[in-house]
């Protein structure tokens, strides 16, 4: 069974950094692309930034330049670099991995989620 496990998330102050990461667990035999979204209260969740098996890279506008995403195709992880944060990026952040390929299963999966708070 494929899981998504997220760690990093916390409270910062603005202008702060933070690094998240997320790790597929399972008989994995490869994903296409790992992404992490967010939502903020009231708010509908929102792509903040994703990257595919060969390393193409996609960013919501307000996060370009402050924010850098990363993987580990090996170990089925996904980072995600943010600095310079501001209040408005906080939410709750959620990995994604979608056309996961495994042993049992193929699909797109969510992490948990995971809180970050920006404090002016």
């Known amino acids: 069974q494929v899981q998504l496990v997220e760690s990093g998330g916390g409270l910062v102050q603005a202008g702060g950094s933070l690094t998240l990461s997320c790790t597929a667990s399972?008989?994995?035999?490869?994903?296409?692309?790992m992404g992490w979204y967010r939502q903020a209260p009231g708010k509908q969740r929102e792509l903040v930034a994703a990257i595919t098996s060969s390393g193409r890279t996609n960013y919501e506008d307000s996060v370009k330049g402050r924010f850098n995403i990363s993987r580990d195709n090996a170990q089925n992880t996904v980072y995600l670099q943010m600095n310079s944060l501001k209040p408005e990026d906080t939410a709750v952040y959620y990995c994604?991995?979608?056309?996961?390929?495994?042993?049992?299963?193929?699909?797109?999966?969510w992490g948990q989620g995971t809180q970050v708070t920006v404090s002016s």
């Open positions: 994604n991995a979608e056309g996961v390929v495994a042993a049992d299963s193929v699909g797109d999966y």
């Open positions: 399972g008989s994995i035999f490869s994903i296409n692309a």
